[in-house]
């Protein structure tokens, strides 16, 4: 799992709930970082803040879902700030879930139940194609 977020306590939070599930957590403070992780580890899922230092959680959402390394694996965007606005345009280009700051552990991990399969595989399948869980109207939209 890689955490993307510029605030130490949320990275800490949730690498800590991560770690206790048997979770590798790889952690980033900016978008730049995190890119580069992303393309170099290979993680089954993404926390991605919204708002961060230079590149924003939208730009590297873009950057993320372009590169043929990276356009699969699924991403949480988390926010301390959900609007209609945002969580519509989180899903246009092609976000799997939103998650609004603060959140609880419950929460959490139902949300990487519902992306990942038992074998930490990721549901998301391929450039657009059908997923089998509720998501899939959501990614078909944002594919389309």
């Known amino acids: 799992m890689l955490v993307i977020d510029d605030s130490a306590t949320i990275v800490a939070l949730l690498a800590r709930m991560l770690r206790q599930n048997d979770y590798h957590v790889l952690e980033a ?13 290979s993680p089954e899922l993404i926390f991605l803040d919204i708002v961060l230092p230079g590149m924003d959680g939208f730009a590297a959402l873009r950057q993320l879902r372009r590169d043929p390394y990276t356009r699969d694996i699924p991403v949480i965007m988390i926010s301390g700030n959900e609007q209609a606005t945002e969580q519509f345009y989180v899903h246009r280009i092609g976000a799997d879930d939103f998650m609004k700051k603060p959140f609880s552990r419950a929460e959490v ?32 939209a944002a594919a389309s």
Not at 29 to 41: H, P, V, Y
């Open 29 to 41: 403070a900016d978008a730049e970082q995190g890119l580069e992780i992303a393309r170099t580890q």
């Open 109 to 140: 991990f139902a949300r990487i139940e519902r992306l990942l399969d038992a074998n930490r595989v990721p549901k998301r399948l391929p450039q657009g194609g059908a997923q089998g869980s509720d998501a899939g109207e959501d990614e078909a």
